[in-house]
């Protein structure tokens, strides 16, 4: 199992960012894909998860009305569009999915 996220970098408060999350050695389309975050001191949290067809979709409420999941089953990968992004959204984005980790994108939000 392989998880490659890219995507991140730095950006202004208000601004966007869509990462994604490459997976491979499974069969993608038969799982649910999430997303956590992990921000410098602070334990790993969860964003947003997927159910393996993307018709069900769940948000911590931090994020919600904000960041949106989804993905593409034919090219096992899973997104995560942010926009307005805040100062307290900067961390480490981590993609997960049956039980592996990607090795994460730093997303920093800074003027």
């Known amino acids: 199992v392989q998880l490659v996220e890219s995507g991140g970098g730095l950006v202004q408060p208000g601004g966007s960012l869509r990462l994604s999350c490459a997976a491979s050695g499974f069969t993608f389309s038969s799982y649910v894909m999430s997303w956590y975050r992990q921000a410098l001191g602070k334990e790993r949290e969860f964003v947003a998860a997927s159910d393996s067809a993307g018709d069900w979709t769940n948000y911590a409420a931090s994020v919600k009305g904000r960041f949106t999941i989804s993905r593409d089953n034919a090219k096992n990968t899973v997104y995560l569009q942010m926009n307005s992004l805040k100062p307290e959204d900067t961390a480490v984005y981590y993609c997960?999915?049956?039980?592996?980790w990607g090795q994460g994108t730093q997303v920093t939000v800074s003027s």
């Open positions: 997960n999915g049956v039980g592996y």
